[in-house]
């Protein structure tokens, strides 16, 4: 037990380390992040998301957290708070518009700046376990991956929350390799605090505090550790935990009536195995860049004749190792197992019964699928072996990052064809139709080309102020006008149904305030039968329910329908 200790793991951190080691991390991701995010906004727009935005907006108008539910489609109010996910993001924009930015920029640069951090973070956790050039090498590797590519530059949760995660971790194993000292106990509040606020962003930092609480657990079962000094550990990050989830859990309660209200209902239903599959495709090209690659979910005799060697090959090195490894180097194996077991296993429930759209799983695994290579040169005790393994561990991971480097290259290109045949064209739908056959999805660049057209965007601007809109792309409005536009699920292929949605949804909303659908090309619009004529079956459909076009360009349609005399409005319900 005094091996597990203190054995190779010796070096605290300090401002040399800081100024020498993670100072000039910081300075070359920061070069580099903002050069690509540049870049990056130059063929692409990211949307704001419903759910953040309209969180954030709440607080900046001062309505607190205590409103109607925004699930409720309580109509009279623009800005309400949701069931979709915790109200940290949300929060957090808004604290970064006190700074003086506007939500719609605030939360572009809340992931940037993670995207910035997170490979120092990276590095910090990894260094007492796999060395100085290891940490590195792994950080290069999650700086590079797609996921991070993907949706790094964009306001979603996963940069935050895998930074705060890999913080907390690292003060985590850190703490753990000191000899026990109540002060390096205390380093647990501080675990636990970060940790919490990564729950109050993501609800899936459930996996992170079962993965935690179970790996101290297995070590205090298999006398890894002293059951005293598990207890402390248990208590210390709990101190720092507790106050956050208890807040958290008050305000669902008292706002939603349960203590997790969270629900996806995408529409994505599917099978336990074809879940755990889209998850396994996911993970392969997170991991190798390779589309070709991550199909091999798809196909369980290859699967197995690779990936069953590969488990072989670790669970070798981790019996071959199993009295040489430290105490922290235990905690991490076991930790990562369950995570990596936790967060799969979440994601398979998610996309099998609540509908996960299974597009976005590569973006769900970005906060774990770091853990692989880190973990398999832990167990290899890579910090412990010769020059010629070291070697070899460099060469994969240079592989690693040449297949992430391939992959942004592709997607680069395949981006800028598309765009290029879009502007063949002011008409988005009819300019998309050459490059329909040759692409699976064109949203990321039909969304580009909406966001940089002014018609559009002062279309949309001078609508009424006291009516609710919709849109079929409701976040990128948002983003291009600043106003409150929400987003209907739209489906271009069932046309009738999504319209007679529509036409349900403006009865309720005109017995209170005028309502006026916004609706935009789209993926889906541009491969639909209707494509070429979808303004006009819209019409044909929406018009005679009591609407009329109140704009009509050649990539947008505005149809209104006036608020309700209230004698009307009584009528309605008295029917």
């Not at 920061?30 to 906004?41: G, P």
Request: charged share 15%.
């Amino acid at each position: 037990m005094k091996n597990g200790l203190t054995a190779s793991l010796h070096i605290r951190p300090n401002l040399r380390d800081f100024f020498y080691i993670y100072l000039p991390l910081l300075l070359l991701s920061t070069i580099i992040v903002l050069n690509l995010t540049a870049f990056i906004d130059s063929i692409r727009f990211y949307p704001s998301n419903d759910s953040y935005y309209e969180e954030a907006q709440n607080f900046i108008k001062g309505h607190g957290l205590t409103r109607t539910p925004w699930a409720a489609n309580n109509y009279t109010v623009d800005y309400e708070p949701t069931i979709y996910q915790p109200p940290g993001y949300g929060i957090l924009i808004y604290l970064v518009t006190q700074f003086g930015l506007p939500p719609t920029a605030a939360d572009l640069w809340i992931s940037r700046i993670c995207w910035i951090l997170t490979p120092s973070a990276l590095a910090f956790l990894l260094r007492p376990l796999i060395g100085l050039t290891f940490s590195i090498l792994s950080a290069a590797i999650i700086a590079s991956a797609p996921s991070f590519y993907l949706f790094s530059p964009g306001p979603f949760t996963e940069p935050v929350y895998s930074l705060l995660i890999l913080i907390s971790l690292g003060v985590t194993t850190r703490s753990l390799q000191y000899e026990d000292k109540h002060k390096n106990l205390k380093l647990f509040v501080l675990s636990g605090f970060i940790a919490g606020i990564a729950y109050a962003i993501r609800n899936v930092g459930l996996a992170y505090f079962l993965s935690f609480f179970s790996a101290l657990l297995v070590l205090g079962a298999l006398r890894q550790e002293s059951p005293k000094k598990i207890a402390k550990i248990f208590g210390f990050f709990l101190l720092g935990l507790t106050p956050i989830v208890i807040a958290l859990l008050w305000r669902n309660i008292s706002l939603f009536g349960e203590a997790l209200p969270y629900k996806v209902n995408q529409g994505y239903f599917s099978t336990p195995l074809i879940s755990l599959r889209v998850l396994i495709e996911a993970i392969l090209l997170d991991l190798s860049g390779s589309r070709d690659i991550s199909m091999l979910s798809w196909d369980f005799l290859r699967l197995i004749s690779i990936g069953l060697p590969l488990a072989t090959l670790f669970a070798y090195f981790c019996w071959k190792h199993r009295h040489s490894y430290n105490l922290t180097e235990k905690f991490f194996i076991l930790f990562a197992l369950l995570l990596l077991t936790s967060s799969s296993g979440m994601l398979v429930i998610a996309h099998t019964y609540h509908g996960l759209d299974p597009g976005d799983l590569i973006r769900h695994v970005y906060p774990f699928s770091w853990i692989f290579f880190p973990l398999f040169l832990v167990a290899f005790r890579i910090k412990n072996q010769g020059p010629y393994y070291k070697a070899v561990g460099v060469a994969i991971g240079t592989i690693i990052i040449a297949g992430h480097l391939y992959f942004i290259k592709s997607d680069i290109e395949k981006t800028e064809d598309i765009l290029n045949s879009l502007n063949q064209s002011t008409d988005i739908v009819a300019a998309a139709q050459p490059v329909t056959g040759k692409y699976k999805i064109l949203s990321n660049e039909i969304i580009f080309k909406i966001s940089r057209d002014p018609i559009i965007q002062n279309t949309v601007s001078a609508l009424p102020g006291d009516a609710l809109l919709i849109s079929n792309v409701g976040g990128a409005l948002r983003r291009v006008t600043g106003r409150p536009v929400r987003t209907l699920d739209f489906n271009a292929r069932n046309l009738d149904k999504s319209l007679m949605d529509v036409i349900e949804m403006s009865n309720s909303v005109t017995t209170v305030r005028p309502f006026y659908f916004i609706a935009l090309p789209s993926n889906d619009i541009a491969r639909a039968p209707v494509s070429i004529d979808w303004q006009q079956k819209m019409a044909e459909i929406l018009v005679p329910h009591g609407f009329s076009i109140a704009e009509q360009h050649a990539n947008i349609i505005v149809f209104s329908k006036p608020k309700q005399p209230n004698s009307l409005a009584n009528g309605q319900e008295t029917l």
